[in-house]
């Protein structure tokens, strides 16, 4: 019903009710729920704080998908802080639970988010690029959420090198994969961020 304070205060006390050493996999979902709720409304500091508890659980007492999770969720704060040589840490954790697992869209998704990582901390845009490119060459082996978000992160750095008119050029096809999806929960969203930097290469092309 969007009262997410209230939401957050009874994951937090149902958090803090679990013991240790319980092993019950349903109470995975309560610290996956928590801590994407802190993050959802901006509080990163309690949205790290669970997933580091839920690490220093037990290793009996966890799974290997919470762990991805976990690490995913660190990965997403840390890059919110643009403390990129973390999220580059955190995602390599993350791409090893996937693989474990063997959740190919998770670590598919993940990889390109190493790529993004490194943009930040490489001067080589164009060297960026070009391995977005490499990928885009065998996007019929990724599903359309993989591809959409492959497109949108090749937007972004043509729009850090002002080549405007190439980066319209990827968030079109951006769009293209989002009207595939078209199912998605995210739908609206996805499509709205396409066209929002579609708009704002052209504001800059004047």
């Given at each position: 019903v969007g009262d997410t304070d209230s939401a957050l205060f009874f994951y937090q006390k149902t958090i803090d009710l679990i013991p240790r050493n319980d092993d019950r996999q349903r109470n995975e979902t309560y610290f996956r729920r928590a801590w994407l709720a802190y993050f959802n409304v901006g509080d990163f500091k309690n949205s790290?704080?669970?997933?580091q508890s839920y690490l220093q659980k037990p290793d009996e007492t966890q799974t290997k998908t919470g762990?991805?999770?976990?690490?995913n969720m660190l990965e997403s704060v840390s890059l919110e802080l643009k403390k990129y040589q973390d999220a580059l840490e955190y995602n390599?954790?993350?791409l090893n639970f996937a693989k474990e697992v063997g959740h190919e869209g998770n670590y598919q998704m993940e990889f390109i988010s190493r790529i993004d990582i490194q943009s930040y901390l490489s001067d080589n845009q164009v060297g960026i690029i070009s391995i977005y490119d490499s990928l885009i060459n065998i996007q019929d082996q990724f599903p359309p959420g993989v591809n959409r978000l492959l497109f949108m992160k090749k937007g972004f750095l043509f729009s850090g090198l002002q080549d405007y008119r190439k980066a319209i050029e990827a968030y079109y096809q951006s769009i293209n994969y989002v009207l595939?999806?078209?199912d998605s929960v995210n739908f609206n969203q996805d499509l709205a961020e396409c066209y929002a930097n579609i708009a704002e290469s052209?504001?800059?092309l004047k």
């Open positions: 790290v704080a669970i997933a762990n991805f999770f976990a690490y390599q954790q993350a595939e999806i078209n052209y504001k800059y």
